[in-house]
């Protein structure tokens, strides 16, 4: 894996470009329909910018890399000129870095990966029988799961139910010396244990056929290595706000905007940023609109949704009281495209429940705003794999859409949607194929136009979300919210 650079080759160019444009803009009316306002040939110029953003600095945008801060004064910049308040808050965590991973099992190599924060193995690696825990409805979440023998062993468990790092934390507590965990379904594992403070003995990803094939192998002689380390990283949010609207009453949207390391990552999540940032540009930074509009562009998300859990930790109960709801984008042009605003009223049934009260309002809205377009969208769970978690956790409506990452299409999707079943919604998930030429023009607009719809709505009144409360009213609801746990970065689960 490629060194962290801390230098910002294009800072001086973007901060005088900025400077330029920043002038007084007088308050100017909002668009009726501000989705009409935003192009997608629009949105994509922005997806070129950031792949060449990437093109030139070691084919990625990851934070702390100089891709990143590329792409952070790229986004700026435009702000800046569109007339927002832009500050860019710094932050720091630990990066993860991997060096290198090789798994064999009976002496034959095993294709895979290790899960993110996956503690280092002794140089050279680590040798020990492989153990099997147990397939049920949570496999490896309790211990009953794991065979006798589990002590000294690597141990195998099937992805599901718990997170990764509490199965890796309960085959460490009875004596594993390491986990593989395999897929549930098709495709790679793509995992992370979530907080280095969570790792304990050092974990591999494989997928389905391969775990299948293992499961049949209890015994057989494991060598697992992985050589991987931690650095302390100083990285930066964007935050830009309107000059105008209640600022007791703010509309917040939010996309992430680093990648992996593997690649550029043009769908995860150059998409959401480039509909949100085109949308800030359509509105203006001095609409004639009762609300403000905050925009965010997060960074380290892919390290365990880092930047928006400190910017929300970062803000008093009073200033939480301020955000009226937030609405997450991230992913909304997967090549194998499906439509998913998050179910926030949990009416499909299915994993954290609902989000906070409101958050039912704003799946409505945005469904509604796509099927002005004639596409129907269908819900998808709270899970925590995205940057709402935080705002979810301190009782803040909260809502987005999402076209799809590593889950497989099904036949009545494709059938509604278009598109290959059984296939995953974006193949290129996580690797160096997430660039310009894998994403679906298509449903990118039409993400983009249903984004800027609603929140042209919301700048004009949230009243439907939260009755446009008072500050004192919001207040003694929100304490009342029992928050969903934030479970982290896109796969710990």
Same mark, same amino acid.
């Given at each position: 894996?490629?060194?962290?650079?801390?230098?910002?080759?294009?800072?001086?160019?973007?901060?005088?470009?900025?400077?330029?444009?920043?002038?007084?803009?007088?308050?100017?009316?909002?668009?009726?329909?501000?989705?009409?306002?935003?192009?997608?040939?629009?949105?994509?110029?922005?997806?070129?910018?950031?792949?060449?953003?990437?093109?030139?600095?070691?084919?990625?945008?990851?934070?702390?890399?100089?891709?990143?801060?590329?792409?952070?004064?790229?986004?700026?910049?435009?702000?800046?000129?569109?007339?927002?308040?832009?500050?860019?808050?710094?932050?720091?965590?630990?990066?993860?870095?991997?060096?290198?991973?090789?798994?064999?099992?009976?002496?034959?190599?095993?294709?895979?990966?290790?899960?993110?924060? !996956?503690?280092?193995?002794?140089?050279?690696?680590?040798?020990?029988?492989?153990?099997?825990?147990?397939?049920?409805?949570?496999?490896?979440?309790?211990?009953?799961?794991?065979?006798?023998?589990?002590?000294?062993?690597?141990?195998?468990?099937?992805?599901?139910?718990?997170?990764?790092?509490?199965?890796?934390?309960?085959?460490?507590?009875?004596?594993?010396?390491?986990?593989?965990?395999?897929?549930?379904?098709?495709?790679?594992?793509?995992?992370?244990?979530?907080?280095?403070?969570?790792?304990?003995?050092?974990?591999?990803?494989?997928?389905?056929?391969?775990?299948?094939?293992?499961?049949?192998?209890?015994?057989?002689?494991?060598?697992?290595?992985?050589?991987?380390?931690?650095?302390?990283?100083?990285?930066?949010?964007?935050?830009?706000?309107?000059?105008?609207?209640?600022?007791?009453?703010?509309?917040?949207?939010?996309?992430?905007?680093?990648?992996?390391?593997?690649?550029?990552?043009?769908?995860?999540?150059?998409?959401?940023?480039?509909?949100?940032?085109?949308?800030?540009?359509?509105?203006?930074?001095?609409?004639?609109?009762?609300?403000?509009?905050?925009?965010?562009?997060?960074?380290?998300?892919? !390290?365990?949704?880092?930047?928006?859990?400190?910017?929300?930790?970062?803000? !008093?109960?009073?200033?939480?009281?301020?955000?009226?709801?937030?609405?997450?984008?991230?992913?909304?042009?997967?090549?194998?495209?499906?439509?998913?605003?998050?179910?926030?009223?949990?009416?499909?049934?299915?994993?954290?429940?609902?989000?906070?009260?409101?958050?039912?309002?704003?799946?409505?809205?945005?469904?509604?705003?796509?099927?002005?377009?004639?596409?129907?969208?269908e819900g998808t769970d709270f899970d925590?794999? !995205?940057?709402?978690?935080?705002?979810?956790?301190?009782?803040?409506?909260?809502?987005?859409?999402?076209t799809g990452g590593d889950g497989t299409?099904?036949?009545?999707?494709?059938?509604?949607?278009?598109?290959?079943?059984?296939?995953?919604?974006?193949?290129?998930?996580?690797?160096?194929?997430?660039?310009?030429?894998?994403?679906?023009?298509?449903?990118?607009?039409?993400?983009?136009?249903?984004?800027?719809?609603?929140?042209?709505?919301?700048?004009?009144?949230?009243?439907?979300?939260?009755?446009?409360?008072?500050?004192?009213?919001?207040?003694?609801?929100?304490?009342?919210?029992?928050?969903?746990?934030?479970?982290?970065?896109?796969?710990?689960?």
């Amino acid at each position: 894996m490629t060194a962290v650079r801390s230098g910002r080759r294009f800072a001086a160019v973007f901060t005088t470009f900025a400077a330029a444009l920043l002038v007084a803009a007088p308050a100017s009316a909002a668009p009726a329909d501000l989705g009409a306002q935003v192009e997608v040939d629009a949105v994509h110029r922005h997806l070129v910018a950031l792949q060449r953003i990437a093109d030139s600095n070691d084919g990625n945008r990851a934070s702390g890399r100089e891709g990143y801060e590329a792409s952070v004064d790229y986004v700026a910049a435009k702000l800046r000129g569109a007339g927002f308040d832009v500050t860019t808050p710094e932050f720091d965590y630990q990066a993860y870095f991997l060096d290198s991973f090789a798994l064999a099992v009976a002496g034959a190599p095993v294709a895979g990966d290790a899960l993110e924060y !996956s503690p280092a193995t002794p140089q050279g690696g680590l040798t020990a029988p492989l153990s099997v825990a147990a397939v049920d409805d949570t496999p490896g979440c309790e211990a009953a799961d794991f065979p006798a023998d589990v002590a000294g062993s690597v141990a195998l468990v099937q992805r599901g139910s718990c997170t990764f790092a509490e199965k890796q934390q309960i085959a460490a507590d009875l004596g594993a010396v390491g986990t593989i965990i395999y897929n549930n379904v098709e495709g790679p594992v793509n995992g992370t244990l979530g907080d280095p403070a969570d790792a304990r003995i050092p974990s591999a990803g494989v997928d389905l056929a391969t775990g299948q094939r293992l499961a049949e192998q209890a015994g057989a002689e494991v060598h697992l290595d992985v050589q991987s380390r931690l650095q302390d990283i100083t990285t930066r949010n964007v935050i830009a706000q309107t000059r105008t609207g209640r600022t007791d009453n703010v509309v917040t949207a939010g996309a992430h905007l680093d990648s992996v390391a593997e690649g550029a990552g043009i769908n995860d999540n150059g998409s959401g940023t480039a509909g949100l940032l085109e949308t800030a540009l359509a509105l203006g930074g001095a609409p004639d609109t009762p609300n403000a509009v905050r925009f965010a562009f997060w960074g380290a998300e892919e !390290s365990g949704l880092v930047g928006s859990t400190k910017y929300v930790q970062s803000l !008093s109960f009073e200033q939480q009281l301020d955000i009226a709801l937030y609405l997450n984008f991230d992913m909304i042009g997967s090549p194998n495209a499906g439509y998913f605003a998050y179910d926030g009223d949990d009416s499909d049934g299915v994993g954290a429940g609902p989000g906070p009260h409101g958050s039912g309002a704003i799946e409505r809205d945005l469904g509604a705003a796509l099927l002005a377009q004639g596409v129907e969208v269908e819900g998808t769970d709270f899970d925590g794999r !995205s940057d709402y978690g935080e705002f979810i956790a301190n009782g803040i409506p909260a809502g987005g859409l999402f076209t799809g990452g590593d889950g497989t299409k099904t036949e009545a999707q494709a059938a509604k949607w278009g598109g290959t079943a059984g296939q995953n919604f974006d193949p290129n998930y996580h690797t160096p194929q997430d660039n310009l030429s894998n994403v679906d023009k298509v449903a990118l607009e039409r993400n983009a136009k249903a984004l800027a719809t609603t929140i042209g709505q919301y700048a004009q009144s949230t009243e439907g979300v939260n009755g446009a409360q008072a500050r004192a009213a919001r207040a003694g609801f929100r304490t009342e919210q029992a928050p969903l746990p934030a479970l982290g970065d896109h796969d710990r689960i």
